[in-house]
């Protein structure tokens, strides 16, 4: 998509917006149920996806761990907010990637130490950016 397409699109948007900012509110809504095999059946937008323990507490490593859900929700969320702002910049930022990736320590899921929290202790978020643009047009992607 060119800048000017994207443009196109997003003018009657940013205009409803500055007049009415109230609808530019939205909720986002998933729902969830809660299976006896212990997985959460998500009724996602896009289909179903069965979400269940990860293997290292115990999980067959078949359904989709919400550990790698969150981040892979963080790498799309980036992924394409980095493509539209370089888009609305016409930067050209072809064979581009993001990468994240998170430590957990699956004592504190698995409640083995009390020490250790449940869930992520860090989470690093990486953009590899390939294009011909100058560095000072690509660091205000960034």
């Known amino acids: 998509m060119k800048s000017e397409e ?3 699109i997003q003018a009657p948007l940013k205009a409803l917006y500055k007049t009415d900012p109230e609808s530019a509110f939205k909720i986002l809504k998933i729902r969830g149920k809660i299976d006896d095999d212990i997985s959460c059946i998500l009724e996602a937008n896009r289909g179903i996806i069965e979400a269940g323990l ?3 507490s115990g ?3 078949l359904q989709a761990c919400s550990g790698d ?3 892979e929700s963080l790498v799309a969320c980036s992924g394409v907010t980095l493509a539209a702002v370089a888009t ?3 930067i050209d930022i072809k064979d581009s990637r993001v990468e994240a990736e998170g430590d957990l320590d699956f004592r ?3 409640g ?3 020490d250790v929290p449940v869930g992520f202790k860090s989470i690093r978020l990486k953009f590899i950016i390939k294009s011909n643009a100058a560095k000072d047009k690509i ?3 960034l």
């Open 59 to 61: 999980g067959s490593g």
């Open 54 to 56: 990860n293997p290292a």
């Open 112 to 114: 083995v130490s009390k």
């Open 88 to 90: 609305a910049f016409d």
């Open 139 to 141: 660091d205000k992607l």
């Open 6 to 8: 994207l443009r196109s």
């Open 69 to 71: 859900m969150l981040l």
């Open 108 to 110: 504190g899921t698995l």
